[in-house]
């Protein structure tokens, strides 16, 4: 089947370590994202990747980072200067570059809780 | 102004009502929009495509409005199993040959018995 693939699905990390969070698809999609999201709250893209060796930040990028050497792949690491860490991450991906009308398909998300 | 904005609501709706959510985006070159649902704890999945000539599926109804930069969903005969979060989308062209996906903060509906 294909699909987005989040791991793991909860997780959590002492204050000070950094932690990687995977994301896996096998759709084929150009595009991928990492959003983050809090209690009651929507949405905020962290970082995005439009192709392999290439990537932007969103809105609260600071205290993350990513990769994409690999199409399939956009690991996101939670490092120790994220201030707030603890929240609801969702990865998600869409298909071709440039495609306005595509929906993005959502893998089922990591919950990290610091402690 | 924020660049996508939604009623948080939440909405608490007998069963079989209708329900209207409208989400304003701030960003006129705004070129695609759709509606996600997300169900508590869950990631969103795509519930529909918003079109200019305003689209329908079976109970839903999804329409633009270009020139008020808003979008609306209409839920009748609400069911039980409406009950989640609807989150309003928009696709905006960043440059360089990619879009950009703005999530709205959602509205939450609840349907009662």
């Known amino acids: 089947d294909g699909g987005i693939t989040q791991s793991p699905k909860y997780l959590f990390r002492k204050e000070g370590q950094n932690v990687t969070l995977s994301c896996e698809q096998n759709l084929n999609h150009d595009a991928m994202y990492w959003y983050r999201q809090d209690p009651g709250q929507g949405l905020r893209l962290i970082y995005y990747?439009?192709?392999?060796?290439?990537?932007q930040k969103g809105d609260i990028a600071e205290g993350y980072s990513v990769s994409r050497e690999k199409k399939e792949s956009f690991p996101l690491t939670v490092t120790s200067a994220q201030k707030n860490p603890t929240a609801f991450y969702l990865c998600a991906s869409s298909p071709r570059l440039g495609s306005m009308n595509t929906e993005a398909f959502f893998g089922q998300g990591t919950r990290l809780t610091v402690v | 102004r924020k660049e996508v904005e939604q009623d948080p609501g939440p909405f608490n709706v007998p069963e079989g009502a209708t329900v209207a959510f409208n989400c304003t985006y701030s960003?006129?070159?705004?070129?695609?929009f759709f509606w996600y649902r997300q169900d508590c704890r869950k990631e969103p999945k795509l519930l529909m495509s918003?079109?200019?000539s305003g689209n329908e599926d079976g109970r839903f109804t999804a329409q633009l409005n270009r020139a008020s930069q808003y979008i609306s969903l209409l839920i009748r005969d609400s069911k039980l199993s409406d009950s989640a979060t609807y989150l309003c989308v928009v696709v905006l062209y960043s440059g360089a040959g990619s879009y950009q996906l703005t999530f709205g903060k959602g509205t939450k509906l609840s349907v009662i018995p």
């Open positions: 960003n006129s070159a705004s070129q695609s």
């Open positions: 918003v079109y200019s």
């Open positions: 990747s439009q192709i392999v060796n290439d990537f």
